[in-house]
């Protein structure tokens, strides 16, 4: 005897396989991503110490958003930001783009030792933002963290950035 599904079932199973795809396909981007991005330092700057550790995280402020913000209209929404990058890879703002769309940055000539890389910055509830500003660990671990100096990202082509560890004063990963 043979039993016939319903149409629900295959549409079901198809919709499954379809999330399922587009997760890994994402998973698979950022792995790319991480394993091939260009390496970015941002320096963290102090943070309110009430919003420093909460739970779980730790609240991220970058001091190259303290530059930014005089430089941008709070009310432009995303855009690119040309920064150097010093050798140890930190980065120091160039000069601002308002639409990554229309990208309106003019080319830095770099000097031969300086490295001009785009980067994304979104602004949201009048906050400048970029990739995270947050960074999960492990419960207890907050008194581990307290020392960070630095976030490390990847940036890939388009100026995405993907926050890849938190690094201490000297520049090594906690």
Do not use: C
């Not at 499954?16 to 394993?35: C, G, M, R, S």
């Not at 940055?105 to 300086?114: G, T």
């Not at 492990?138 to 490390?152: I, L, R, W």
């Not at 082509?157 to 004063?169: A, F, I, P, V, Y």
């Amino acid at each position: 005897m043979k039993v016939k599904l319903p149409i629900s079932v295959y549409i079901l199973i198809a919709t499954i396989f379809a999330i399922l795809t587009l997760v890994n396909w994402d998973i698979y981007q950022k792995e790319q991503h991480l394993a091939h991005g260009k390496v970015v330092r941002l320096a963290l700057a102090p943070v309110d110490p009430r919003s420093l550790i909460q739970g779980d995280y730790m609240a991220l402020n970058y001091a190259i958003a303290a530059e930014l913000r005089p430089l941008v209209k709070m009310d432009a929404g995303d855009g690119l930001l040309q920064v150097k990058l010093d050798n140890n890879q930190v980065a120091s703002l160039v000069s601002v783009g308002y639409d990554q769309k229309e990208n309106e940055l003019e080319e830095i000539a770099p000097n031969e030792e300086d490295e001009i890389i785009h980067i994304q910055y979104r602004i949201r509830h009048n906050q400048i933002k970029f990739a995270s500003n947050a960074y999960f660990f492990e419960e207890g671990q907050a008194s581990h963290f307290e020392v960070a100096k630095y976030g490390q990202f990847r940036v890939n082509e388009q100026g995405d950035l993907l926050l890849e560890s938190m690094l201490d004063k000297d520049f090594k990963p906690i």
